[in-house]
């Protein structure tokens, strides 16, 4: 597939990104690569196309210059990416309930940058999709699933204080990968995630990441209260 649109992606690249484009991003062939699945997160619930865009809620110092979708191997590795997932949880708005959805776009090409363009590839794994022909402008995805933050611990340690967070996870598309490694098929899960931060999460299931499997009324309780739902 590359190989078929090589001159318009090395054009685009250039156009955007500089002389130096090509030495800045990696380019990933779907068709030759172990990666298969790359996935979104969105607090809209009713995506089903993806079009070319700049996040308003980037990691500090990232580029503005090339329109794209942002996307990365797994769940956790998107969380990291995600520029607004503390402020989300810390405060509530009116324009968000609690809840976030899973993506998975159509791809066959994607782009992952070097970290003087995205600070933080290193821990998000980053992907772009980018829009270097007219026949992408309108990338169709699928919802794989849904999650929210169910609780935020503060564990004290000596005179110090981790962040412990729990995740309910809802998943409507067997396979989904929660962290690199580990997939899970259609069901809901309690995650908990032990020492967390971003971006710099060291996660290691069994040792900071624990994945549980609950059943449909433990998330659906906790989806009421999170949505603040309970009696309603």
Same mark, same amino acid.
């Not at 995600?82 to 809840?99: A, L, P």
């Given at each position: 597939?590359?190989?078929?649109? %090589?001159?318009?992606?090395? +054009?685009?690249? &250039?156009?955007?990104?500089?002389?130096?484009?090509?030495?800045? @991003?990696?380019?990933?062939?779907?068709? =030759?690569?172990?990666? *298969?699945?790359?996935?979104?997160?969105?607090? +809209?619930? %009713?995506?089903? /196309?993806?079009?070319?865009? !700049?996040?308003? *809620? &980037?990691?500090?110092?990232?580029?503005?210059?090339?329109?794209?979708?942002?996307?990365?191997?797994?769940?956790?590795?998107?969380?990291?990416?995600?520029?607004?997932?503390?402020? +989300?949880?810390?405060?509530?708005?009116?324009?968000?309930?609690?809840?976030? /959805?899973?993506?998975?776009? +159509?791809?066959?090409?994607?782009?992952?940058?070097? %970290?003087?363009?995205?600070?933080? @590839?290193?821990?998000?794994?980053?992907?772009?999709?980018?829009?270097?022909?007219?026949?992408?402008?309108?990338?169709?995805? !699928?919802?794989?699933?849904?999650?929210? !933050?169910?609780?935020?611990?503060?564990?004290?340690?000596?005179? %110090?204080?981790?962040?412990?967070? =729990? !995740?309910?996870?809802? =998943?409507?598309?067997?396979?989904?990968?929660?962290?690199?490694? *580990?997939?899970?098929?259609?069901?809901?899960?309690?995650?908990?995630?032990?020492?967390?931060?971003?971006?710099?999460?060291?996660?290691?299931?069994?040792?900071?990441?624990?994945?549980?499997?609950?059943?449909? *009324?433990?998330?659906?309780?906790?989806?009421?209260?999170?949505?603040?739902?309970?009696?309603?």
């Amino acid at each position: 597939m590359y190989e078929q649109d %090589k001159e318009k992606i090395e +054009d685009y690249l &250039l156009t955007h990104l500089g002389p130096q484009a090509l030495s800045k @991003v990696e380019i990933v062939d779907k068709a =030759v690569s172990n990666l *298969k699945s790359l996935y979104h997160i969105s607090t +809209d619930s %009713k995506l089903r /196309f993806f079009y070319p865009r !700049v996040s308003q *809620k &980037l990691y500090p110092n990232e580029t503005t210059q090339i329109p794209r979708t942002s996307t990365s191997p797994s769940l956790l590795q998107c969380l990291l990416g995600y520029g607004g997932f503390y402020q +989300d949880t810390t405060w509530r708005s009116e324009k968000f309930n609690g809840i976030y /959805f899973i993506y998975e776009p +159509d791809w066959d090409i994607a782009f992952k940058p070097a %970290k003087s363009l995205v600070g933080d @590839v290193e821990y998000s794994d980053e992907h772009w999709l980018l829009y270097y022909k007219k026949e992408l402008y309108k990338r169709p995805c !699928v919802r794989s699933g849904e999650f929210f !933050v169910r609780s935020i611990d503060s564990v004290l340690k000596g005179d %110090k204080s981790e962040d412990e967070y =729990v !995740v309910f996870l809802k =998943v409507d598309k067997d396979g989904l990968e929660i962290i690199p490694g *580990k997939a899970v098929p259609r069901g809901f899960y309690r995650i908990t995630l032990q020492q967390f931060k971003t971006p710099n999460y060291d996660y290691r299931l069994d040792e900071n990441v624990f994945i549980e499997l609950i059943d449909h *009324k433990q998330y659906q309780w906790g989806y009421a209260i999170r949505t603040n739902k309970v009696g309603k």
